[in-house]
Structures are given as structure tokens and as C-alpha cells.
């Protein structure tokens, strides 16, 4: 079993190393120290485990799923290490993925092998969990994007539009546009609404972005924002767009 090991302390590092030398059949393949040097490893690797620390700066656990999970769901298996609460680890264990608890015991983390030996959590249920981990604190205030090799982190704040683009969606953000993969909808949930709005089936619109309305006909609408960018409204976008600008 190929290992990766993610955690930005490194006593922690080193003890989870000391305990997993008990089993002969383990390689650790790599060791992480932040979120970026794991979605570049496990990109890279291929590891069939990562144990994933969850708090950590720049990307947190949930956040470095999310972004290396894309290519490596129905292989690679997480074990989170954490020190949250029982109750916020209640969203681990209904989908039956493992975790242990700092500090754990020779003991647990054999127990969270055995888990990982007999079962994998399915992919739906890692991305549901990143998306669910993504908005635990409230609305998003940040977007990460994965290009090639290099992340792109993107305030919400600074985005002006969405544009929903087949399986992928385009994020306009201080003058420069980047391809997401992912749907408009799940994006959507996580925006703060009353900062942005669906105005039509296809895009979406930060309102403090937009300079005018403008009405090209009688039964259609286009938002001009500061840019110069030009969006299409729909009918019923018009109607939040109004209420919401009221």
C-alpha cells in the first residue's frame, strides 16, 4: 500500500510515521507539509492512502480533496486526521469514511487500516463531503481553481461573473477568466446572494459588478457591468434583479 502523509507539523508527521513502520506491506511515498506540496504529490503519485490533516493554512484537508480528488476518486483513499469534535465528525461517519482523532492510539490507527483494507468510500461521497466541508462556515469566500499544475485561489469578492460552459464553468474574477470544472448549480449554493445573482440559466453576476440595465427590446434585458462585459438577463432574472436592487 503506497502512503502519502499530510500534515503541517512536523512531530505529526514523524509520529504517524513511527506507528504505520509496524506494517511491512506500507510505503510512504511522500511527505506533505502544506495542502499545495499534497495536490501535486497525489496528482503525481497515485497513492492508494493519503492520511489527510484537515486544519491546516492556505489549503485546508477538504480543500486539497477537492482539488486532487478529481483524478484520483475510486482509487486513492483518505483517512482524515483532525482534532474536531465528535459531533462535527458525524458527516465522516454517514458516509463511511474514516478519520482519526488527534492524538489516536498504535491501536485506532490500526483499526482505520482494517477500515480502509475492507472498504473504500465511494467518490460521491468525497465530493459531497468537500462540498458540504467548502460552506460549513457560511457562504464561500473562496474559489479554488486547479490549472495544470498550479492552484488559482480566487476571492469571491473580486469575481464580476459566472458562465456556465457544459461540464465546466468560466469565473471572471480582477480581469481575468478561469475554467472550473463543475456545475453552475453546486456553485450557485454556495454564493452569498445577496452579493450575487442567477440572472439567467447561464450566467451568474456579481450586483455590485453591474454599471446599468439595459433593454434591447421590449421582452429582454442585458446587465453592462463596470467592465464593460455584457449579460444577457432573462425574464425572471430581471424581476430578482430588481427586487434585489430595490
Known sequence: MRVIIV???????????????????????AECANGFEAVKAIGELQ???VFLDIQMPKLDGFEVVELAGAGTLGHTRYVFVTA??????????????????????????AQALESVR???????????????????????????????????????????WIEAQDDYVAISAAGKTHLKNGRMAELEQGLDPALFLRVHRSYIVNVGAIARIEAPTRDSWCAVLEDGKRIPVSRSGYARLKELMR
Not at 500534515?7 to 509496524?22: G, I, K, P, S, V
Not at 465528535?86 to 488527534?102: H, M, N, P, S
Not at 457560511?138 to 469575481?159: K, M, Y
Request: glycine content about 2%.
Open 7 to 29: 500534515d503541517d507539523e512536523f512531530l505529526a508527521r514523524a509520529l504517524l510515521c513511527e506507528y504505520l513502520a509496524a506494517w511491512p506491506d506500507i510505503e510512504i511515498v
Open 47 to 49: 497513492p492508494d492512502l
Open 84 to 109: 474536531y469534535d465528535q459531533f462535527a465528525l458525524k458527516a465522516f461517519e454517514v458516509r463511511a469514511i474514516d478519520y482519526l482523532l488527534k492524538p489516536f492510539s498504535r491501536e485506532r490507527l
Open 118 to 160: 475492507s472498504r473504500a468510500a465511494p467518490p460521491a461521497a468525497m465530493e459531497a463531503l468537500a462540498h458540504d466541508a467548502a460552506r460549513r462556515n457560511g457562504f464561500l469566500e473562496r474559489i479554488l481553481i486547479r490549472d495544470g499544475a498550479r492552484v488559482h485561489v480566487v476571492p469571491c469578492a473580486s469575481i464580476d
